[in-house]
């Protein structure tokens, strides 16, 4: 866009933000911009991150003085921003856990006549000041250091756990039910995306949708003991073969797996799952070669390249993906971390090379000296297998990561 363009969406921005806060301009100067979500009140700061799709500010609740992170996205008409941001918000409404982003308060407001037929997302998660694990990693390599292995191995096997719940998640069961009609909601809203492409977006003219209520639940005892031995070649075999309950119910997988996902909480050392607009059921075939094309643009739009799947490269007709695609990431991730570039675009890759190709030839190289030892690369080569009916399920990733850094 040129700098007039650009000049004049921000000030429609502008304009639309007003309408939507009911603020005025004082005096020639304007206001300092306020968003109303229901009761509740918050009044913008300053910027804190821009996302592809997004704009990321620092808010202050104006009643008790607290301090957030306000998510605004918005919705033209005829995009489909409008469904990916209600998607965002059911994933908040419905996943709680540790090691993912709390969403505090969310609304969608009309865009006034400014803006008209746009709509505005707001969501509201609480603010992480150290950045994120690529603010993190760029920095190290910036200072010509690498993170702590104990550290990566940490933040490793907290998103490991975010990513187990969203991978067993069970909308039919108790934490599904616990909320009543708007846990159903959020389950129809995610699950409405399927393969022929038909969106609900029977929720288009939702307004304030009032404050969700997040509870971090623990996962059934069942899962949280994890492996005690590391998965042996027949039994890694066994297990890539779903098992009759994971066949029924799939979960989701979080598609968009990266650096730039994982915050890191004020202690410095919990990592914080966020970014859930790219969150699908986990399970899907392509029935059709329709089907497949729309799986593959689906991946392009939704997962960044150098951490996608290989079989989201050339989706073939009949092709069934699963939450595999999510382990994927996580061996990138891993490598991303440990290394300071991810595999298959790092040095080596030589200019032109395709990440695509590299992918599906499953082809990386270690760097030649690394302050770790050999236990990341074992991880990493367990995750990076490009046929995913051979990849690894996360609990066994967490069973190897368990065994090879004992607690
Ligand atoms: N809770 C938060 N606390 C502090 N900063 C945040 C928070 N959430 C987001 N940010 C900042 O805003 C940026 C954009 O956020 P986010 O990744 O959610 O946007 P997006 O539009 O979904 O991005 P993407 O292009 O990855 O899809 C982040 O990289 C980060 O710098």
């Given at each position: 866009m040129d ?15 007003i309408?939507a ?5 004082v ?5 300092p911009?306020?968003v109303?979500?229901?009761?509740r ?11 592809g ?11 008790s003085?607290a ?16 469904a ?7 994933a908040?409404m419905?996943?709680?856990h ?6 505090v308060?969310?609304g ?11 709509q ?8 992480y ?6 603010d ?11 993170l702590?292995?104990q550290f ?7 998103v490991?756990?975010?990513?187990r ?5 069970s909308d ?10 708007r846990r159903?909601?959020?389950d129809a809203?995610?699950?409405s995306?399927d ?6 977006d029977?929720?288009?003219?939702a307004q304030f ?7 971090w639940?623990?996962?059934?005892p ?5 492996y ?5 070649a027949?039994?890694?075999?066994a297990?890539?073969t779903l098992?009759?309950?994971?066949a029924?119910t ?8 990266k650096?730039?996902?994982?915050m ?7 990592p914080?799952?966020m970014?859930f607009?790219?969150?699908?059921p986990?399970r ?6 329709a089907e497949?094309l ?6 392009a739009e ?17 092709a ?5 695609t ?7 991730l891993l490598?991303?971390?440990a290394?300071?570039y991810?595999?298959?675009e790092?040095?080596?890759?030589g200019?032109?090379t395709?990440?695509?190709?590299a992918a599906i030839?499953a082809?990386?190289?270690?760097p ?5 030892s050999d ?23 967490i069973a190897l ?7």
């Amino acid at each position: 866009m040129d700098s007039c363009g650009s000049l004049a969406g921000s000030l429609l921005d502008l304009a639309s933000a007003i309408y939507a806060a009911g603020t005025s301009l004082v005096c020639g100067s304007v206001a300092p911009e306020t968003v109303q979500l229901g009761p509740r009140r918050y009044q913008v700061a300053r910027q804190l991150g821009e996302g592809g799709f997004s704009q990321v500010l620092l808010v202050e609740e104006v009643d008790s003085g607290a301090q957030y992170a306000l998510k605004k996205i918005i919705c033209h008409q005829g995009t489909d921003a409008l469904a990916m941001a209600q998607r965002e918000i059911d994933a908040g409404m419905r996943f709680a856990h540790p090691n993912i982003v709390p969403l505090v308060d969310h609304g969608i407001v009309d865009g006034g006549p400014s803006l008209r037929g746009t709509q505005i997302a707001y969501m509201v998660f609480p603010v992480y000041r150290r950045g994120s694990m690529f603010d993190l990693v760029m920095d190290s390599e910036d200072g010509g250091r690498r993170l702590d292995e104990q550290f990566v191995i940490r933040v490793f096997r907290g998103v490991c756990a975010a990513v187990r719940y969203l991978h067993s998640y069970s909308d039919g069961g108790s934490r599904g039910r616990s909320e009543g009609g708007r846990r159903s909601d959020a389950d129809a809203s995610l699950k409405s995306v399927d393969l022929a492409g038909s969106e609900d977006d029977g929720r288009q003219g939702a307004q304030f949708l009032g404050p969700s209520k997040q509870h971090w639940q623990p996962t059934s005892p069942g899962r949280a003991g994890g492996y005690a031995e590391l998965p042996q070649a027949e039994e890694r075999d066994a297990a890539a073969t779903l098992s009759p309950e994971r066949a029924r119910t799939g979960g989701y997988a979080h598609r968009d797996i990266k650096l730039g996902n994982v915050m890191l909480a004020d202690d410095g050392k919990t990592p914080i799952l966020m970014d859930f607009g790219s969150v699908r059921p986990a399970r899907a075939t392509a029935r059709t070669r329709a089907e497949a094309l729309q799986m593959q643009d689906d991946a392009a739009e939704n997962c960044t390249m150098p951490y996608r799947a290989p079989e989201l490269f050339d989706v073939q007709r009949d092709a069934e993906i699963d939450e595999r695609t999510d382990v994927w990431s996580l061996g990138c991730l891993l490598f991303a971390m440990a290394f300071g570039y991810t595999p298959f675009e790092g040095p080596g890759m030589g200019p032109g090379t395709s990440i695509a190709l590299a992918a599906i030839n499953a082809k990386y190289t270690f760097p030649a000296s690394s302050p770790h030892s050999d236990r990341i690369k074992q991880l990493v080569d367990f995750m990076l297998v490009p046929d995913p009916r051979q990849r690894p399920f996360v609990d066994q990733v967490i069973a190897l990561t368990d065994q090879l850094y004992p607690h």
